[in-house]
């Protein structure tokens, strides 16, 4: 396939997915604050924004095996930095919880934190498929 052709399948996917994960958040956020929801209930509407992130995860795998393998070297680049990144601030604040009583760090920003990275390695790698 193109590289033209996967990047618009990418975005077919990519588009409604983010909008719908941004609308769920927003809607589950309000929707649990302000009313009175069982407990099984609360679960169900929590998990509801994470199916949307599942949906992007499996359009992003799609285009990276619908890639060359220059938009291929750049994606495990950038999943390098963000797991790198993820590794290097769990770790060092795990440290940081144990042993001098900081407070736990939210695990919804996990996501959020990866795909900075991720973008931030992607886009280093120069047109001649290297790295830095």
Known sequence: MKPVEARRRYFRVFIPSMGLYLLSTLGATLLL??????????????????????????????YFRE???????RQITGAMYGIALLMIVSTGWGFL?????????????????????????????????ECC
């Not at 604050?33 to 679960?43: A, C, G, M, P, Q």
């Not at 001098?100 to 959020?112: N, W």
Request: proline content about 6%; some cysteine.
């Open 33 to 62: 604050k302000s009313n009175d929801v069982t407990h099984w209930l609360r679960y169900v509407i929590a998990i509801i924004p994470a199916l949307f992130i599942w949906w992007l995860v499996w359009a992003q795998v799609r």
């Open 67 to 73: 890639s060359d393998e220059f938009e291929r070297s």
């Open 97 to 129: 919880e144990m042993l001098a009583d900081a407070p736990k760090f939210p695990v919804f920003y996990i996501f959020p934190l990866f795909c900075v990275a991720y973008s931030f390695g992607r886009f280093r790698t120069r047109s001649s498929g």
